[in-house]
């Protein structure tokens, strides 16, 4: 059964009022707000971070569509991984961190468990993987 694409829909607009309420129901959340005051002194404002953050995973189909339309309402808690994960990394972090197979799929895994403490690490690991690789590639030279 094919449904037809909705009509004078704009998607971007139902998004940007999707993060709103994200962002008014982060700010009344003790955990989040210490977070958000953490990169609110970055100089991107944090609905722009989500909404490009939120870009980006969609389009690379980190999550489900359904996951994303419930985040503004479900329990932050179900989701506090993924919501670190788009809170705490730039738009360019979070695209380097996905554009490395072997690092989408660890973000894969720790968003699975939910486990927002590894999300903090993801830079280190990161940074780690690319040791790794340039090790690994020395070696094969000598």
Same mark, same amino acid.
């Not at 958000?36 to 939120?54: D, H, M, Q, V």
């Not at 808690?77 to 788009?86: D, E, P, Q, R, T």
């Not at 809170?87 to 197979?101: A, D, G, W």
């Given at each position: 059964?094919?449904?037809?694409?909705?009509?004078?829909?704009?998607?971007?607009?139902?998004?940007?009022?999707?993060?709103?309420?994200?962002?008014?129901?982060?700010?009344?959340?003790?955990?989040?707000?210490?977070?958000?005051?953490?990169?609110?002194?970055?100089?991107?404002?944090?609905?722009?971070?989500?909404?490009?953050?939120?870009? @980006? /995973? +969609?389009?690379? &189909?980190?999550?489900?569509? =359904? !996951? #994303?339309?419930? $985040?503004?309402?479900?329990?932050? %808690?179900?989701?506090?991984?993924?919501?670190?994960?788009?809170?705490?990394?730039?738009?360019?972090?979070?695209?380097?961190?996905?554009?490395?197979?072997?690092?989408?799929?660890? @973000? /894969? +895994?720790?968003? &699975?468990?939910?486990?927002? =403490? !590894? #999300?903090?690490? $993801?830079?280190?690991?990161?940074? %780690?993987?690319?040791?790794?690789?340039?090790?690994?590639?020395?070696?094969?030279?000598?």
């Amino acid at each position: 059964m094919n449904i037809p694409p909705t009509e004078g829909r704009n998607h971007h607009q139902d998004l940007g009022r999707s993060i709103n309420t994200l962002i008014e129901r982060l700010n009344a959340d003790g955990f989040f707000k210490i977070v958000i005051g953490n990169i609110e002194t970055t100089e991107e404002p944090l609905a722009s971070r989500l909404f490009k953050n939120l870009k @980006i /995973i +969609i389009n690379d &189909e980190l999550v489900s569509q =359904l !996951l #994303i339309s419930r $985040l503004p309402t479900d329990d932050l %808690n179900n989701h506090k991984a993924l919501l670190y994960l788009l809170i705490r990394f730039t738009t360019v972090e979070l695209q380097s961190f996905l554009n490395y197979k072997l690092l989408r799929q660890i @973000i /894969i +895994i720790i968003l &699975e468990k939910n486990d927002y =403490l !590894l #999300i903090n690490q $993801l830079q280190q690991i990161y940074d %780690n993987l690319v040791k790794l690789i340039i090790m690994k590639y020395f070696h094969k030279q000598n």
